[in-house]
């Protein structure tokens, strides 16, 4: 039982990290910065690996990369879709793979947070 309790936590988490790290897809069309990149694209993914690190109890290895899910599983719908006509994906790809890396920066450092809030307050109630 505490294992299906386990596993369905962790998927759970995962597609929670999917869906905050989805607000980079929204941002992306609000500031159409397509052709050039800009701030915000490197700040989201750190401030939603931050989020998940802090409230989410997984493997940070696990959701902090989590978070940039849908922007790969977004361009392989829009081209299997024929939308538009993006030949550059392997380059694309590299790209949301530092955005993972990112988004794993961001989770480390909210668990390491978590864990020194919890340190402090155990310490404060003793």
Known sequence: MKDTVST????SEVILAAVIGSGE???MELFDAHPNVGVYEFIYPLAAGL????FCRGP???IG???MLC???????????GSDG???WPIALMFFAALACIGLIGAAIGRGAQRFWIKNVLKQDV
Not at 71 to 81: D, E, N, R, T, W
């Open 8 to 11: 369905t936590r962790l998927w």
């Open 25 to 27: 897809l929204i941002l």
């Open 51 to 54: 989020l998940v690190g802090v």
């Open 60 to 62: 940070v290895w696990l």
């Open 65 to 67: 990369p989590a978070t």
């Open 71 to 81: 922007l790969p599983v977004g361009m392989i719908i829009s081209a299997v879709s």
């Open 86 to 88: 993006f030949n550059l």
